[in-house]
């Protein structure tokens, strides 16, 4: 039981453009959401969260949207860079943002391409 | 920032040996850890929850005798994968909640192999 989707396993962007990674989720209990960049055969990087009682958080070139009554989140990339080309992976816990320590679920990733 | 380190980052090993994996916090204490395991190009799939000072809460088909997990102090956690098999191979990453920036940071990872 896949609780975290991220139905585009790929993207192509070119630079300079925005980038644009969707996420769905099943779990009504979710209500603490992350962005983490992935390399291969390394950790996952933390990019940005999003607390349950936010619909937007911003962080520089990122922003991520969250839509609850469609469980439904996104992370755009404006503008794209080159070195944003990784594979982006969501993640989604059922602790809150200041709750205890929850398992995070992950989402399948999504591998960004920013082309020149 | 937050720093996760996991140690070794890639470790070879013979079928039927045992292979121990280090999970450190180095600027906080980090009452609970996470283990996840990789197979190429899928997601991160949580093994267990490690609680220091208590016995690790194990995801469904996990075999808790098998991948042994020790939290002796709010800074290190260790996974030891025992008896080791072929089908263990894979990418094993760490993880601690740090209140303190309010967010999971993660190790860099262990590549396993059994031969």
């Known amino acids: 039981d896949q609780q975290v989707k991220q139905n585009s396993p790929s993207l192509s962007v070119q630079e300079g453009r925005i980038s644009i990674l969707n996420c769905d989720y099943t779990n009504s209990m979710f209500d603490y959401f992350l962005w983490y960049k992935k390399y291969p055969a390394e950790g996952p990087t933390f990019l940005i969260s999003i607390s349950s009682i936010k619909d937007k958080n911003e962080d520089g070139r990122f922003t991520v949207f969250l839509n609850k009554s469609a469980k439904h989140l996104s992370l755009h990339i404006v503008p794209s860079q080159p070195g944003d080309s990784a594979v982006y992976f969501c993640a989604a816990s059922a602790g809150g943002a200041t709750g205890t320590a929850s398992k995070l679920t992950f989402g399948t990733g999504t591998r960004l391409q920013v082309t020149l | 920032g937050a720093v996760v380190s996991q140690h070794p980052s890639w470790v070879i090993c013979k079928s039927g040996t045992s292979v121990k994996i280090e999970c450190r916090s180095l600027?906080?204490?980090?009452?609970?850890m996470f283990w996840y395991r990789q197979f190429p190009k899928q997601s991160l799939m949580l093994m267990a929850t490690?609680?220091?000072?208590?016995?690790?809460?194990?995801e469904q088909g996990v075999e808790k005798d098998k991948f042994l997990i020790n939290h002796a102090s709010l800074t290190l956690s260790t996974l030891t994968v025992t008896s080791a098999h072929p089908e263990d191979s894979s990418f094993y990453i760490c993880?601690?909640?740090?209140?303190?920036?309010?967010?999971?940071?993660f190790g860099s990872g262990t590549r396993l192999t059994v031969v």
């Open positions: 600027d906080f204490q980090a009452t609970t």
């Open positions: 490690s609680n220091e000072g208590s016995k690790a809460t194990y």
């Open positions: 993880s601690a909640r740090d209140w303190v920036w309010d967010g999971y940071t």
